[in-house]
């Protein structure tokens, strides 16, 4: 069947919590608190799992605003996103940060990894 003619299944526009979690830059536990809180809406499954909507996440991430958050706890999600494995310069554009700067900050924070490819 192709592409274009399969049904819709409704949970194809879900997250895991884990995906969440990584979007957010938290942990499952988290993401978990924050449904029983109320800050998000998780969705059952038939199998009892939770997953959570595209869009309500997307809202959740529009919510936040830069106001709500210290120096020091953005400061804190920079080295998390980059001990995860990102690059300075997607860190930095994450923040509305030049590369530079970005890479002054993490240097105070934790080892940079080496810039050089191994040949």
Do not use: C, K
């Not at 997607?90 to 191994?118: N, P």
Request: aromatic fraction near 6%; hydrophobic fraction near 35%; charged fraction near 35%.
């Amino acid at each position: 069947m192709p592409l274009n003619d399969r049904p819709l299944n409704p949970y194809d526009d879900l997250l895991r919590p884990r995906e969440v979690a990584e979007i957010f830059g938290v942990r499952t536990t988290t993401i978990a608190r924050w449904a029983r809180e109320g800050r998000i809406t998780a969705v059952p499954t038939p199998g009892g799992h939770r997953r959570y909507r595209r869009a309500d996440v997307q809202t959740l991430l529009d919510a936040r605003t830069d106001a709500d958050v210290s120096p020091a706890a953005r400061e804190q999600d920079a080295v998390r996103l980059y001990e995860m494995g990102w690059s300075i310069r997607r860190v930095a554009q994450e923040f509305g940060m030049s590369y530079g700067a970005m890479r002054r900050l993490l240097g105070r924070h934790v080892r940079l990894r080496d810039r050089r490819r191994a040949g």
